[in-house]
């Protein structure tokens, strides 16, 4: 909750660290620059035959110059893949117990009517 939006520190923290912009600016462009030489996968790679792990339909080998390794760039981008995986209780007490109890259990749930009392 800021209090002043006017303040200094509201205000840098708003705009944002221009060295760390810089810096995810660098690393974009990195990345843009090595996606755009791969040519598996996209509507230009199809058209010229190139397939989608760098080795070449027609013999000529312009994709495949990284030693024939497969570089997934939309991995990084994908949103959601822990929510694919099933998840599975790893001790006796996540076993034993159902998730309301569990959550009666924490600290923070017998001070949880102050606490939400406070910040509203």
């Known amino acids: ?10 205000v840098v923290a708003k705009r944002g660290s ?13 990345t843009s620059r090595e996606r755009f ?11 010229l035959g190139v397939k989608r792990d760098g080795a070449s339909a027609g013999g000529d080998d312009a994709g495949g110059a990284d030693g024939g390794e497969s570089v997934d760039y ?6 959601a893949q822990h929510l694919k995986e099933k ?14 109890q ?8 017998a001070c949880r009517s102050e606490l939400l009392r406070v910040v509203r």
């Open 102 to 109: 569990q959550r009666e259990s924490l600290p923070v749930f």
């Open 37 to 47: 030489w791969e040519l598996g996968g996209s509507k230009m790679g199809k058209l």
């Open 1 to 10: 909750v800021v209090r002043d939006p006017t303040c200094d520190i509201a």
């Open 18 to 30: 221009p060295l760390l912009r810089h810096l995810r600016d660098k690393r974009d462009q990195n």
């Open 74 to 79: 939309k991995e990084g981008a994908q949103y």
């Open 87 to 100: 998840n599975v209780a790893v001790s006796e007490f996540a076993l034993s117990k159902s998730i309301k």
